[in-house]
């Protein structure tokens, strides 16, 4: 396959020339776009055609705060090993005892990580894990209701939880936490579902 463009030599599964940028037409897939006379084709069992509307993890604030609490804590501590008369303390052994704190937004930030939610155009997808992940999906056809909950913090600091009433489950009910602007989300998930119901 040849790019329309600049002619440069491609491999069939390129959809973008990597010399000039310009997309390929697939004439297989235009062939039938043009038989099924122009009319959007679904492809749910196809995870490469479908489209990713977003993707959110927990917001990073407290992760944020806790990485300069620990910074300033580390400066704190070895300050004070450095007054103390009695012992004579070596720098690098007061400095590795401060910067130790790091460890603590660290495992935070790893935890964060972890969680991954993601609205594509048939389904909301909650990945869970590092190394070794665990998917959920909720199909949109089977959620009910979108709502957007926040205490008085979360509210004043820009962030809150997406509840989605979900249909195929006991108790149905799936929360997104700790979402930054969670109303823009929540809005996203319910002018999808619109397609859907």
């Known amino acids: 396959m ?30 039938i776009a043009r038989t099924s006379g122009g009319a959007p084709m679904r492809h749910d069992d196809d995870d490469d055609l479908e489209s990713v509307i977003f993707t959110a993890r927990p917001t990073m604030l407290f992760i944020k705060i806790g990485y300069v609490a620990a910074v300033l804590g580390a400066i704190l501590i070895t300050v004070l090993l450095a007054m103390v008369r009695f012992i004579d303390i070596p720098w690098f052994i007061s400095l590795p005892i401060a910067l130790s704190l790091l ?13 991954r939610y993601t609205l594509t ?14 998917t959920r999906n909720i199909l949109l056809t089977k959620v009910q209701d979108v709502t957007v909950s926040a205490s008085i913090t979360q509210r004043i600091l820009g962030f809150g939880n997406i ?24 809005e996203l998930i319910l002018r999808q579902l619109r397609q859907w119901h």
């Not at 460890?103 to 969680?115: D, E, F, G, Q, T």
């Not at 936490?177 to 989300?185: D, F, K, L, V």
């Open 2 to 31: 040849r790019c329309p463009d600049c002619g440069v030599q491609l491999d069939s599964n390129s959809r973008f020339c990597n010399h000039c940028g310009a997309a390929i037409r697939d004439e297989e897939e235009t062939r």
């Open 163 to 186: 509840v989605i009433d979900n249909a195929s489950e006991i108790g149905g009910k799936t929360t997104l936490h700790n979402i930054n602007n969670p109303r823009h989300y929540a």
């Open 121 to 134: 155009d048939s389904k909301i997808e909650i990945d869970y894990g590092l190394i070794a992940r665990t």
């Open 103 to 115: 460890l603590i937004p660290a495992y935070y930030h790893l935890k964060r990580n972890m969680v």
